[in-house]
């Protein structure tokens, strides 16, 4: 197929043959295609239309997914990574067709360095077994995104969630990844040493690049030793814009939160019925301490008293493993809790991050639209941040419903947006953000795509995400 | 001229003398030929030759950037961004001639939000005026690599120093930039919130890039809230070892020291005798805690007892701020100290970085390569990322001690390189390492070249740095 045509996205139906026959007498059986295995593929936790794959390779080794990328090159195929399928934006669908490399068979821990707190693994290693892996050594990985993502995919999403406040996100946390790249060969793109001048920072360009620079084979991440204290509460407040404040007066005052979770009325509400919990249906925080037994104890202190300063009603505070274990459990099922509020619905999960001090006039902004228009959509947010979601429960059958969905999401994008926030903090542009990410970028669109054209002239790369190419 | 001569870094005579004119034209006395300004804005504190630039640029704005690009881009004439030409590699030099936009009079803090912690400024803007202005708001920019660096350069060079232990380097700090890219026109990387997980992180690719890619017009930084306690002390060590195996300790521990900073026993001498102080002249760290009274009192605490089980021979702790003060002078001053040992000889400052479990390998034996050698050369280092510098004083004159010197540094860089380590931690490329760039990064140089070519196709942002393109 012409270079053009596998640029515009086109569907290479003579090329996906070609490879798929060579695939398969490389790989045999790690090449499937039955119609099953392809379609839960292009599953994911999505609102979008499912689009699968035409194989899909279980790769053990870099050398599988040389394999795949050399093929898929020379016939111009798609190639699409996946971790567990937990996107949120549809970055695991094949809108052109190709070859899915499912990375579930590559989940090995290939070396700890306890001493240098780092860790090197195989993409699909998910974030909870590398931390039930790492328990013996008294260090843990922190990045939290909810789902039981796969390493690699919370790379390639730069994937963040509630511990991002204290200990960064994948941008801060990945010191390097191998990745196959277009010609098949694989690169490394940075050392072990905790910091480097050495030329263009390839790990945060890699990470964050949904797939679309090529496959990651491997990630070194930093490790963070086990609080020896974990403290934590429930705090209520009259307002969303009281329960921002003290947010923003926590952060400013440098108390280093291990989590501030924002949870509207609504959310709380799901989370009461669904996780069995009996709090104040008002703005609430869930925080978290992170530290020693005096340090935790300290923080939890300061924020009590700015807290109370910003108006809080109540502050439930808890250094009991148990009962702060539900407390996360609650919000970690936020999710299926605001599912169950309408089970005969559909829900769109939403995020927008926007400078702290804007947080409060985004979600009360939010808030008002919602009611407007009649939604059930509650929001939980990472709001140490400024990031927040909103599950908008819709019919996706009935296509007044989704319009008025899509037309919701793009009001909330815009309005972040004019706050000089994002179109995502962390669920990333897929599919399904395209056009805002056009609107935020603006002409530094150009430069991406002209950054995706060199490393992969032929397309290969998860095509028809992040931006279209022509 | 032809592009493929360009791409070669040759010099383009015709394009200079058209692109002078041009400008002459365009910004009348912002543009400066003669020679005093030339050599200036080639001279940088660095051991390689002088190479100035045709023309001096002094910009006022992002639209006398602009016509610099587009003149230099029209002719395919080098340009080559200055900030306060400290940084230590050759970045300023202009191996082809060309235009070098000097950002001193772009020095104006644009927007202070403190509520969320961050500043937008111009690039000419140094840290010390940088903190100056913000201390009336109760926040400060923490990072600080000892010279008065402007904040362009230091986004450029990725820039970190002493706080980067616990704040992060040039990488973590930097929330956008603005800049100018081939085509003339003016991009922005990212908005303010906090994170985000919209495209390709280019915030990261420009932080770093050493002006290869485009020229940065703006920054915008994150903040920190002034800490209420400062609190410092200096640890003296029998052996490197020790004082090595202490700072690891502290950092798996996740003691949130604010600078740990090694110096050796030549080290301390030359301090001891320019900046007139009587410690020890033994393995010493000097280390600093942030927060509050009652947590920089725990964290030094802490710190004291890690000391002592690694054999600490001495903890003198402060926190009086005047003693304090006068330490980190004498820390920063560690350069001027070095020279001061042999004042008839040059002083060659390079820099690698380690994992920090082999931080004391790694030192112990470029002591040993210094000794039998003859060197007479301190080292210094940021001991809790794993980097340290090594100010080799030779005879620049003398034949013989450069190459002695040179072959010094390719073994020291080699050194770090098989230790998993980085030929730089901080000081950047430039001209000087690329050799060591190139060994470094293996084939992921195709892939900076492959970008560095969509972004630059004519080769005209500062030529002849990181890597040679053909």
Redesign the interface.
């Given at each position: 197929m012409a270079l053009k045509d596998v640029v515009a996205g086109k569907r290479n139906e003579e090329g996906i043959a070609s490879a798929l026959a060579v695939l398969k007498q490389q790989l045999g059986d790690r090449l499937q295609t039955g119609q099953a295995f392809r379609e839960q593929h292009g599953h994911t936790t999505t609102y979008l239309t499912l689009q699968a794959p035409d194989g899909v390779v279980f790769a053990e080794s870099a050398d599988d997914v040389k394999a795949v990328v050399k093929v898929c090159s020379q016939y111009r195929v798609p190639v699409i990574p996946f971790g567990t399928g937990s996107s949120l934006e549809g970055q695991v669908n094949a809108p052109s067709g190709g070859i899915c490399i499912d990375f579930s068979r590559m989940n090995r821990i290939i070396e700890v360095?306890?001493?240098?707190?780092?860790v090197t693994v195989e993409p699909g290693v998910t974030r909870e077994d590398l931390n039930v892996y790492l328990r013996d050594t008294g260090l843990f990985f922190p990045i939290d995104p909810g789902a039981n993502a796969s390493i690699g995919g919370m790379a390639s999403?730069?994937?963040?969630g509630t511990n991002?406040v204290r200990y960064?996100?994948m941008?801060?946390n990945v010191l390097a990844v191998t990745a196959v790249?277009a010609n098949g060969?694989e690169?490394?793109?940075?050392?072990?040493?905790?910091?480097?001048?050495?030329?263009?920072?390839?790990t945060?360009?890699f990470?964050?690049?949904e797939g679309t620079l090529g496959v990651i084979t491997s990630v070194t991440l930093r490790l963070?030793?086990i609080?020896e204290k974990i403290a934590g509460g429930v705090c209520t407040f009259d307002s969303i814009k009281a329960a921002c404040d003290a947010v923003?007066m926590t952060?400013?005052?440098?108390v280093?939160v291990a989590r501030i979770e924002l949870l509207d009325e609504v959310q709380v509400r799901a989370c009461n019925a669904y996780s069995g919990l009996n709090y104040a249906e008002k703005p609430t925080l869930f925080v978290e301490f992170h530290g020693?037994e005096?340090?935790a104890a300290?923080q939890s202190q300061q924020f009590a008293e700015i807290a109370a300063e910003c108006g809080s009603i109540d502050f439930r505070w808890t250094s009991d493993a148990a009962e702060r274990n539900k407390l996360w459990k609650a919000r970690h099922d936020a999710y299926w809790a605001s599912r169950a509020l309408a089970p005969h619905l559909d829900g769109l999960s939403t995020d927008v991050?926007?400078?702290?001090?804007r947080l409060a006039d985004c979600v009360v902004e939010t808030q008002l639209d919602i009611q407007e228009n009649g939604f059930l959509a509650p929001i939980v947010g990472h709001a140490g941040?400024?990031?927040f979601h909103v599950l908008i429960l819709f019919d996706g059958k009935d296509a007044e419903s989704v319009a008025k969905t899509e037309a919701f999401v793009a009001r909330l994008n815009r309005r972040?947006?004019a706050m000089?926030?994002?179109?995502?903090?962390?669920?990333?542009?897929g599919q399904g953000?395209m056009s805002?990410?056009a609107e935020?970028?603006?002409?530094?669109?150009?430069?991406?795509r002209?950054?995706?054209?060199?490393?992969d002239p032929d397309n290969i790369f998860n095509p028809g995400k992040?931006?279209r190419l022509v």
């Open positions: 360095n306890a001493e240098d707190l780092d999403t730069r994937a963040s991002a960064g996100t941008k801060d790249v060969e690169i490394r793109t940075a050392r072990r040493a905790r910091k480097s001048s050495a030329g263009y920072d390839l945060r360009l990470v964050g690049a963070q030793g609080p923003i952060i400013q005052m440098g280093p020693t005096e340090t300290l991050c926007v400078p702290i001090s941040d400024g990031n972040a947006i000089d926030g994002t179109c995502t903090g962390e669920h990333g542009i953000k805002f990410l935020e970028a603006g002409n530094a669109l150009d430069v991406m002209a950054i995706k054209m060199s490393l992040l931006f």
